[in-house]
């Protein structure tokens, strides 16, 4: 079976998940998925013989690429009606203005879309996301596509600061949590 036929369905396969995916595609966002941890985490607890119990994360991720929507709460507003409709740790982020956020590059650019923006995140294997059309079909943004993620490979994003990456590895401590994940070679 490919790795998206096989996420999907590992994906499908957790109950949490997919009320969550459910909740974030009533707020009619254009662009939009769950990502981050939220997917990484539900796939290497799965490639360690676990499941993840939603209680174990620090925030779900409800990433959404709007350059519409400018007002500065209303990433807060979502994440509002999310947890009031499903009181889980929601974390909500407009892609299109991360290039402000303090500390980003000098002469950082705004994403194109959500792909361009997943492309940014520190590691392949995070820079996954799954949505939910209208007809219940998973959908997944994976701009560096599954592979790694699915193989329990870490891996550093192009374009990604070496040292933030390091300092994520660290930080995240993945290795201990997940002791069968890889680190691939720097190069």
């Known amino acids: 079976m490919p ?3 096989t996420l999907r369905t590992w994906l499908q396969d957790t109950d949490w998940l997919m009320q ?5 595609r009533l707020l009619r966002l254009g662009s939009w998925c769950i990502g981050a941890g939220a997917v990484r985490n539900v ?9 993840l119990d939603v209680d174990l994360l620090a925030d779900i991720d409800l990433a959404h690429h709007s350059p519409q929507r400018t007002a500065p709460d209303d990433d807060a507003c979502l994440a509002r009606q999310l947890r009031a409709a499903l009181p889980l740790p929601w974390e909500v982020v407009n892609q299109a203005f991360v290039h402000r956020w303090p500390g ?14 997943l ?31 699915m193989a329990g490979v870490l891996r550093k994003s192009p374009g990604v600061d070496p040292a933030l990456f390091e300092r994520r590895l660290q930080e995240k401590a993945f290795l201990t949590r997940w002791p069968g994940l890889r680190q691939a070679a720097r190069g």
């Open 104 to 117: 980003a590059r000098p002469g950082r650019r705004p994403h194109a879309d959500l792909a361009a923006a």
């Open 43 to 51: 796939v290497w607890e799965r490639l360690h013989g676990r499941r």
């Open 119 to 149: 492309a940014s995140w520190p590691e392949t294997a995070t820079a996954v996301g799954a949505w939910l059309d209208a007809r219940d079909r998973l959908h997944l943004v994976a701009p560096h596509g599954v592979e790694d993620l």
């Open 20 to 24: 969550a995916l459910r909740c974030a």
């Open 3 to 5: 790795a998206e036929d």
